[in-house]
């Protein structure tokens, strides 16, 4: 096959507007991948009705220690559609693998703010928790439940106690209906085992049957239709 001289540019030139349509093509192609990733990211984001962490150096907490009132696990929670949302906090208590009545002991619940994005401390605490008169109470910015009398049997003087934040001090993001633990106070005769998973199931469970008493605290936020 026989090419001439005005053949062969025009040839040429075909292949250079190949190679400029297929890396413009590729360009395109890229830059389309991208968008669609963020667009994938950002839609995951707005799953999130909620973002909360320990907030274990807070004033609330060190105030705690130094008039050694008890225990507190303190929080930070952040509700960006807060005036669509609503928040359950409760605290769940197990002897000897077997759920404490009242279940759960106590609980806070509110929402559908004014705000529509609110922020600010919630927490759990145990006061005189080595003595017959321990009480439980939550709080939670604008919200609180009076301290309250528990069962004696819950929180025996003897045995070898550990308790523990759930989460760490990084934002946790919570969908819509999905529950938390948050932290872990827990009892034993003897000694204690270690390593639990707190965010899963069956370890829970496990920890649950395996030690003396065991208290949890959980949260979870539910978004309302307008």
Known sequence: MNFNT????????ELIMSKKSYTFLGVILIITMIFSVGCRSESSNNNKIAYISSNADSAYEKTFKELQLGILFDFDLKLPNADKSWVDIWVEGYRNGKAVEPFPLTQLSYGLSPEQVEEGPMGFGILNPNSSEAQFFLYSKGFKTAP???????????????WDYAIGDKAIGLESGEEMVLAVYRQGEESLRAG???????????????????????????GKNE
């Open 6 to 13: 005005a053949d062969f540019f025009l040839l040429k030139g």
């Open 148 to 162: 309250h009398n528990i069962d004696n049997s819950l929180l025996p003087k003897e045995g070898i106690r550990s």
């Open 196 to 222: 639990y998973n707190y965010q899963d199931t069956d370890s829970i469970n496990k920890m649950i049957n395996e030690d003396t008493t065991v208290i949890l605290l959980k949260i979870k936020v539910a």
